[in-house]
């Protein structure tokens, strides 16, 4: 089984930023947060900014939000997956908030790592990406900080829209003389007739969908209560003659209530209370490598959330922020997988059974909170300290494990885990004005503890304990003239007490990950991320607008391995590591009707591990084809670049806007890699080893329309 491409699931909308200057007279306003970029239909205070409308113009397939932002510098992301790595990070390591709830698994198709968003980017009103150094408001995540906030109407309005991939739309409406507002959204994905009318692949059957609502009223002056309830469901379905097939489903459900409001003009605050409900549902049966294989595996995960955060101002210079949070979750697991394959031992080639049984219902809670005070000491000068405290205790007794041996040597613990951090994580950010300059630094600890959600079930791991990781961030911003604005960011991020974790090293799509042969435990005694990202934005006044980002980082890991009989530790690259990365978009807008964009990226290839084959000689004279995997992460795979293009349309109809709509992805059809295939030879004593490339997306146009009236 190798990595499939949803053809027409892809998206390149690339994004930049344009960087506002506030002056530093209201302390509320003033952001000291480094790292941070906004995408707004309104202008921000955030260091970096795209409307909606400039959104709408630029290159894209899929119509998914995360794909969206992966053009960010500091960011990572392929073809295949909407999930984009931080820095370095992984997304898992990322805390993905929508209208004040967090999102535990915010992606469609999971078994190609999330291949879309559940978020229709059609309701996005506001999002900001910190991708590091962020305050001590946010906790259990090492990486970064993605908020979505949705838009409000104040009229009804509707929005239709259809593409090769999907059909979707939107209504806003209002009610009680506007001080009530709603929003319903739907979307729903066929990927697989895309697929089939491409002519690309009728093996694999992938549909999505989901749904948002959304109900505020104005209950006071100065307060806002609002109800949301959000639903993504998706299924696969995979069928090949002599080759293993694969049945899934997964569902995620939100409901949450929200307060924002405040008493007078020094107290304000924000409490959330949430509800979700997510399933993952996976069968899979066939023969691997010539050995029949069944694999069952159900899991879901129930959690209730409350966070409640206040800011108090003093006065004009001081600012005193707090707040809790707490939750309580409970998780199933019901694996089950019988396999048969072959070893090499002794001389002699043996077929070894494996069977794993998993079956646990962890449950626990955790609580949080923080203190922080922004203060301004002098005009020019902002900074804020904080501290933040995190308790995590999971406990997972055995419901039902068969002491039956398997090849991994797994031991059951005797009794239940419990996994905590209590130790205080403090923070300091800080932003100086020096004539039209912004300098911005920040310092500060954080920690993650493994969600209920996230046990590694083909291993019967154990939860890990937590992690934790150190950012260091150092900043300038500075107007170029009226037309442009530069910003050049230094960070490095340290990760000490590393989690271990299974990671398929050579091929990371594959549906069945725990049946390959590529699948290790990679056990790092730290880590470590360094860049500089330099990005120069238009200020977007004339019909031209622009933005250019350049990154240089390295992330890596020191982990160990056997050389011989000796266990020796050196830096490995993680998988997304990415020396140089350049990104640059262009929008020119002809008149009202007619709009064109471009998008180029580039980044130098990613780390990949080989494969060797080799003949070993048996006791009784015969050989054997055997294959291990190389240095991990040993190899580079080729330069990556592609060039997406869109043009937009716009006619004013008798009721409202209509907008055509082409893109273009990989329009000179790079053709860009995920890793290899091994087409393996023998011709008496010689092995031939022959590597063919796992493409990425090739050329893909694409056409669309949105009516709004």
Same mark, same amino acid.
């Given at each position: @089984?190798?990595?499939?491409?949803?053809?027409?699931?892809?998206?390149?909308?690339?994004?930049?930023?344009?960087?506002?200057?506030?002056?530093?007279?209201?302390?509320?306003?003033?952001?000291?947060?480094?790292?941070?970029?906004?995408?707004?239909?309104?202008?921000?205070?955030?260091?970096?900014?795209?409307?909606?409308?400039?959104?709408?113009?630029?290159?894209?397939?899929?119509?998914?939000?995360?794909?969206?932002?992966?053009?960010?510098?500091?960011?990572?992301?392929?073809?295949?997956?909407?999930?984009?790595?931080?820095?370095?990070?992984?997304?898992?390591?990322?805390?993905?908030?929508?209208?004040?709830?967090?999102?535990?698994?915010?992606?469609?198709?999971?078994?190609?790592?999330?291949?879309?968003?559940?978020?229709?980017?059609?309701?996005?009103?506001?999002?900001?990406?910190?991708?590091?150094?962020?305050? /001590?408001?946010?906790?259990?995540?090492?990486?970064?900080?993605?908020?979505?906030?949705? %838009?409000?109407?104040?009229?009804?309005?509707?929005?239709?829209?259809?593409?090769?991939?999907?059909?979707?739309?939107?209504?806003?409406?209002?009610?009680?003389?506007?001080?009530?507002?709603?929003?319903?959204?739907? !979307?729903?994905? =066929?990927?697989?007739?895309?697929?089939?009318?491409?002519?690309?692949?009728?093996?694999?059957?992938?549909?999505?969908?989901?749904?948002?609502?959304?109900?505020?009223?104005?209950?006071?002056?100065?307060?806002?209560?609002?109800?949301?309830?959000?639903?993504?469901?998706?299924?696969?379905?995979?069928?090949?003659?002599?080759?293993?097939?694969?049945?899934?489903?997964?569902?995620?459900?939100?409901?949450?209530?929200?307060?924002?409001?405040?008493?007078?003009?020094?107290?304000?605050?924000?409490?959330?209370?949430?509800?979700?409900?997510?399933? #993952?549902?996976?069968?899979?049966?066939?023969?691997? &490598?010539?050995?029949?294989?069944?694999?069952?595996?159900?899991?879901?995960?129930?959690?209730?959330?409350?966070?409640?955060?206040?800011?108090?101002?003093?006065?004009?210079?001081?600012?005193?922020?707090?707040?809790?949070?707490?939750?309580?979750?409970?998780?199933? =697991?019901?694996?089950?997988?019988?396999?048969?394959?072959?070893?090499?031992?002794?001389?002699?080639?043996?077929? @070894?059974?494996?069977?794993?049984?998993?079956?646990?219902?962890?449950?626990?809670?955790?609580?949080?909170?923080?203190?922080?005070?922004?203060?301004?000491?002098?005009?020019?000068?902002?900074?804020?300290?904080?501290?933040?405290?995190?308790?995590?205790?999971?406990?997972?007794?055995?419901?039902?494990?068969?002491?039956?041996?398997?090849?991994?040597?797994?031991?059951?613990?005797?009794?239940?885990?419990?996994?905590?951090?209590?130790?205080?994580?403090?923070?300091?950010?800080?932003?100086? @004005?020096?004539?039209?300059?912004?300098?911005?630094?920040?310092?500060?600890?954080?920690?993650?503890?493994?969600?209920?959600?996230?046990?590694? +079930?083909? %291993?019967?791991?154990?939860?890990? #304990?937590?992690? #934790?990781?150190?950012?260091?961030?150092?900043?300038?911003?500075?107007?170029?003239?009226?037309?442009? +604005?530069?910003?050049?960011?230094?960070?490095?991020?340290?990760?000490?007490?590393? /989690?271990?974790?299974?990671?398929?090293?050579?091929?990371?799509?594959?549906?069945?990950?725990?049946?390959?042969?590529?699948?290790?435990?990679?056990?790092?005694?730290?880590?470590?991320?360094?860049?500089?990202?330099?990005?120069?934005?238009?200020?977007?006044?004339?019909?031209?607008?622009?933005?250019?980002?350049?990154?240089?980082?390295?992330?890596?890991?020191?982990?160990?391995?056997?050389?011989?009989?000796?266990?020796?530790?050196?830096?490995?690259?993680?998988?997304?590591?990415?020396?140089?990365?350049?990104?640059?978009?262009?929008?020119?807008? @002809?008149?009202?009707?007619?709009?064109?964009?471009?998008?180029?990226?580039?980044?130098?290839?990613?780390?990949?591990?080989?494969?060797?084959?080799?003949?070993?000689?048996?006791?009784?004279?015969?050989?054997?084809?055997?294959?291990?995997?190389?240095?991990?992460?040993?190899?580079?795979?080729?330069?990556?670049?592609?060039?997406?293009?869109?043009?937009?349309?716009?006619?004013?109809? !008798? !009721?409202?806007?209509?907008?055509?709509?082409?893109?273009?992805?990989?329009? =000179?059809?790079?053709?860009?890699?995920?890793?290899? &295939?091994? !087409?393996?030879?023998?011709?008496?004593?010689?092995? +031939?080893?022959?590597?063919?490339?796992?493409?990425?997306?090739?050329?893909?146009?694409?056409?669309?329309?949105? #009516?709004?009236?």
């Amino acid at each position: @089984m190798r990595t499939f491409a949803l053809a027409c699931l892809a998206t390149a909308a690339p994004l930049a930023a344009q960087t506002a200057l506030e002056p530093p007279v209201k302390l509320a306003d003033f952001v000291v947060t480094p790292s941070r970029f906004g995408v707004a239909d309104v202008p921000t205070t955030t260091a970096a900014s795209l409307t909606a409308a400039e959104i709408e113009v630029l290159p894209q397939l899929g119509d998914d939000l995360f794909r969206s932002i992966a053009r960010l510098p500091g960011l990572a992301a392929d073809d295949v997956s909407a999930q984009f790595w931080v820095r370095g990070a992984p997304q898992s390591q990322l805390l993905a908030r929508l209208d004040g709830v967090d999102l535990i698994e915010p992606f469609h198709l999971k078994d190609v790592d999330g291949a879309l968003s559940i978020v229709d980017p059609a309701i996005i009103r506001r999002l900001d990406l910190s991708t590091g150094g962020f305050t /001590a408001e946010y906790g259990d995540r090492l990486a970064g900080v993605l908020t979505m906030e949705t %838009k409000t109407a104040a009229r009804p309005r509707t929005a239709l829209g259809l593409s090769l991939t999907g059909v979707g739309g939107n209504h806003h409406g209002v009610f009680a003389g506007n001080r009530g507002r709603w929003l319903v959204s739907a !979307r729903r994905g =066929y990927p697989d007739i895309a697929l089939k009318a491409s002519g690309r692949r009728d093996d694999v059957s992938p549909r999505y969908y989901d749904v948002f609502g959304k109900v505020e009223y104005d209950v006071g002056p100065a307060h806002t209560l609002s109800f949301h309830v959000l639903h993504a469901g998706d299924a696969l379905r995979y069928e090949r003659r002599n080759n293993p097939s694969l049945t899934s489903s997964y569902d995620s459900d939100y409901a949450w209530g929200r307060w924002q409001g405040s008493f007078g003009e020094r107290l304000t605050g924000e409490a959330v209370l949430s509800y979700a409900w997510l399933t #993952w549902k996976r069968d899979g049966s066939g023969r691997m &490598d010539g050995f029949p294989f069944a694999l069952h595996d159900r899991r879901n995960l129930e959690q209730v959330a409350l966070r409640n955060d206040w800011s108090f101002s003093v006065n004009d210079r001081l600012v005193l922020r707090g707040g809790v949070e707490g939750k309580t979750a409970t998780a199933n =697991y019901n694996y089950v997988l019988s396999r048969r394959y072959n070893i090499v031992e002794g001389g002699r080639q043996l077929p @070894m059974d494996d069977n794993r049984v998993l079956r646990r219902r962890p449950e626990g809670e955790s609580a949080g909170g923080f203190i922080a005070a922004r203060m301004q000491p002098i005009a020019a000068l902002v900074f804020e300290p904080g501290v933040r405290f995190d308790r995590h205790d999971w406990a997972h007794p055995f419901l039902f494990t068969p002491l039956v041996p398997t090849f991994f040597g797994y031991d059951p613990p005797s009794s239940p885990h419990i996994s905590a951090n209590t130790e205080p994580n403090p923070r300091l950010n800080a932003a100086l @004005m020096v004539g039209l300059a912004t300098i911005r630094a920040a310092w500060g600890r954080y920690a993650q503890t493994e969600g209920l959600q996230a046990l590694e +079930t083909s %291993k019967h791991d154990d939860f890990n #304990w937590p992690e #934790w990781a150190e950012h260091r961030v150092f900043g300038i911003e500075y107007p170029l003239a009226r037309t442009a +604005t530069l910003r050049v960011e230094a960070y490095e991020r340290i990760h000490t007490n590393v /989690a271990s974790r299974w990671e398929n090293v050579d091929n990371p799509y594959d549906l069945f990950p725990e049946l390959q042969d590529d699948r290790v435990l990679i056990r790092p005694e730290r880590g470590r991320t360094r860049g500089v990202e330099v990005l120069l934005s238009s200020l977007g006044t004339g019909p031209l607008t622009w933005h250019a980002s350049y990154a240089i980082s390295r992330a890596e890991e020191r982990i160990a391995e056997f050389a011989g009989q000796a266990l020796v530790s050196r830096w490995v690259p993680r998988s997304h590591d990415q020396r140089h990365a350049f990104h640059a978009d262009v929008t020119y807008v @002809m008149n009202p009707r007619w709009q064109f964009s471009a998008a180029w990226q580039y980044h130098t290839g990613w780390p990949t591990t080989d494969v060797v084959y080799s003949l070993t000689t048996l006791a009784n004279g015969r050989r054997a084809l055997v294959s291990n995997n190389g240095p991990v992460y040993g190899l580079r795979l080729p330069d990556y670049h592609r060039l997406d293009l869109r043009a937009t349309r716009r006619i004013t109809l !008798r !009721r409202g806007e209509l907008r055509l709509f082409l893109d273009v992805f990989n329009a =000179y059809d790079r053709v860009n890699l995920l890793g290899y &295939d091994h !087409r393996v030879t023998i011709s008496g004593t010689q092995v +031939t080893n022959e590597k063919n490339p796992r493409e990425q997306l090739p050329l893909l146009p694409s056409i669309g329309a949105e #009516w709004e009236f």
